[in-house]
């Protein structure tokens, strides 16, 4: 029974590390539930302060996933209307064209608001760049903490 459930942590893991490049699958989500099955499965390999800093880790992470297009965005010079166009053009990104809805959908959300509040095509733009490295930089963040969580399980495995 236990390499029912090591087999099912692995299939976890790896879910969790490609949810994080597609964008319909919750990738620390599924790493951190790997460790949790591993936790039970190996008869506690991990302190529950560890398992609790990891579940906050990953919430915060998930989180911010979803703020820091936004951030970006403000960040490269972009106004209220191009945070709006972001938000909206990442939850239409989402329903409506997955996967790549949720790269583009910021990015064109935030021109598009941009562009409606009267800036020049540079601005909005450049807050468009800000928009994307955003979602860049959140990808990067929930790949590490991916890894990172990944090398936790495989260490324990072994």
Known sequence: ?????????????????????IPLLPGPPLSYIGLVIIQFALNEPFTYRFMAIWLLVTIAVTLLDYYVPIWGTKKFGGSRSGIWGATLGLLIGIFFLPPLGMIAGPFFGA???????GRDSATAFRAGMGSFIGFLAGTIMKLAVSFI????????II
């Open 111 to 117: 021109v598009i608001g941009e562009m409606f509040s």
């Open 1 to 21: 029974m236990e390499w029912l459930w090591i087999t099912l942590g692995v299939v976890l893991t790896i879910a969790g590390l490609a949810g994080c490049i």
């Open 149 to 156: 969580m990944a090398f936790y399980f495989f260490k324990a």
